[in-house]
């Protein structure tokens, strides 16, 4: 279940349970979704940014703030709203690019770079230790043949390394 608010004062409570999509108090089937119109905004300069929610396809020419199916929301609010477009998985255009793009949907327990959401991951390294001749030669001549298990001493590892393939970014899973 999704919960947000976004916009200012006063906000509009957004929720999304799977199947129904409710901006504050009206409730849209997400198959009854034809697109949602994006209109980003410089959201670097704290600007605002919006969706549209169209159940029929078309634009609307002047968003406003009291149609129910338009959704204002700030810089720090734009990761909540990227989660929730991603839940939605429908048809996203870019008002001012006129580009369609499809949301990917959220896939639980699969590996994502930290940087781009991006699943297309490759595994690098990992911060195992491996057996160590130097302590086994230690061990056996300390304490004898079984002292050797010593080369197996040592701390695991706990993360590894990552490469996301889209943007480059290495990171620590």
């Known amino acids: 279940m999704f919960i947000e608010k976004f916009g200012m004062l006063p906000k509009k409570k957004v929720s999304f349970n799977g199947s129904v999509l ?3 108090d009206k409730d849209i089937a997400v198959n009854d979704i034809k697109v949602i119109y994006r209109r980003p905004y410089n959201l670097s300069a704290n600007e605002w940014a919006s969706i549209y929610v169209s159940t029929d396809g078309e634009d609307i020419e002047k968003p406003d ?3 129910k199916n338009f ?3 700030t810089n720090k609010q734009a990761p909540k709203m990227d989660e929730l477009l991603r839940l939605l998985n429908v048809d996203i255009v870019e008002s001012n690019s006129g580009k369609t793009f499809k949301s990917k ?3 639980k ?3 994502a770079c930290p940087n781009c959401s991006s699943t297309v991951v490759e595994h690098i390294s990992n911060n195992k230790k491996a057996f160590s ?3 086994a030669i230690g061990g056996g001549l300390l304490t004898g043949g079984i ?3 010593a080369g197996f001493a040592g701390k695991k590892g706990k993360t590894d390394k990552w490469h996301c393939k889209e943007c480059g970014n290495v990171f620590d899973k």
């Open 71 to 73: 959704i204002q929301y």
């Open 22 to 24: 409710s901006i504050k």
């Open 147 to 149: 002292g050797t298990l």
């Open 65 to 67: 703030l009291f149609n």
């Open 105 to 107: 949907p959220v896939q």
């Open 133 to 135: 001749v130097g302590k």
């Open 109 to 111: 327990n699969v590996l």
